[in-house]
């Protein structure tokens, strides 16, 4: 395979701009580094999350359990992560009929960490996410499909949460 000179000034600025990023003081967030902070995955598996309440609450609580602690709950934990979720659905696409056949889930948490023993939280944070279903005559299948947008929606809520949560573990004033 030939490779085309504009081919190899793509790769030569590709490189050269992962050079200036390593030089102006970024490092990967989960990876491993020689400074103080910088790898976040030790922190979060010490972080003990509590339970939070209703179905789409446990979606949430698994997908960051899976997230945070993939060896199981901390044995020593050192921060606490309280969640509290809120659901809104808005319907959509009203049919002549005036029956909706669309609808909008909007998932909302707010989250404090605090270090243990601690009653102030040293991070307060909240993530929202909207998610679509639809509203199908059988009525078994629009449950189906609404736990489906809850699922999905628990599942995008724990990413942005463990990022959140991450970005602040990672800085050496972060704990």
């Known amino acids: 395979m030939l490779w085309s000179?504009?081919?190899?000034?793509?790769?030569?600025?590709?490189?050269?701009?992962?050079?200036?990023?390593?030089?102006?003081?970024w490092q990967p967030l989960y990876g491993k580094v020689n400074t103080a902070g910088g790898n976040a995955a030790p922190r979060l598996a010490s972080v003990h999350i509590l339970p939070i309440a209703d179905r789409t609450g446990q979606n949430l609580y698994n997908a960051l359990r899976d997230r945070m602690n993939p060896a199981g709950s901390p044995s020593s934990p050192q921060y606490d992560l309280v969640i509290h979720i809120e659901e809104r659905?808005?319907?959509?696409?009203?049919?002549?009929?005036?029956?909706?056949?669309?609808?909008?889930?909007?998932?909302?948490?707010?989250?404090?960490?605090?270090?243990?023993?601690?009653?102030?939280?040293?991070?307060?944070?909240?993530?929202?996410?909207?998610?679509?279903?639809?509203?199908?005559?059988?009525?078994?299948?629009?449950?189906?499909?609404?736990?489906?947008?809850?699922?999905?929606?628990?599942?995008s809520l724990a990413d942005d949460i463990a990022n959140q949560l991450a970005v602040f573990l990672a800085q050496p004033s972060g704990g």
Not at 106 to 125: D, E, H, I, M
Request: glycine content about 6%; hydrophobic content about 40%; aromatic content about 6%.
């Open 5 to 25: 000179r504009p081919t190899n000034a793509l790769l030569g600025l590709a490189f050269l701009g992962l050079l200036t990023l390593s030089a102006c003081g």
């Open 89 to 155: 659905s808005e319907q959509l696409l009203i049919l002549q009929d005036q029956t909706a056949s669309r609808t909008n889930l909007t998932l909302s948490a707010s989250f404090q960490l605090y270090q243990r023993g601690n009653a102030t939280p040293v991070l307060k944070g909240s993530s929202r996410m909207t998610t679509s279903y639809d509203l199908l005559s059988d009525e078994f299948a629009t449950i189906q499909s609404t736990n489906e947008a809850r699922r999905r929606g628990a599942l």
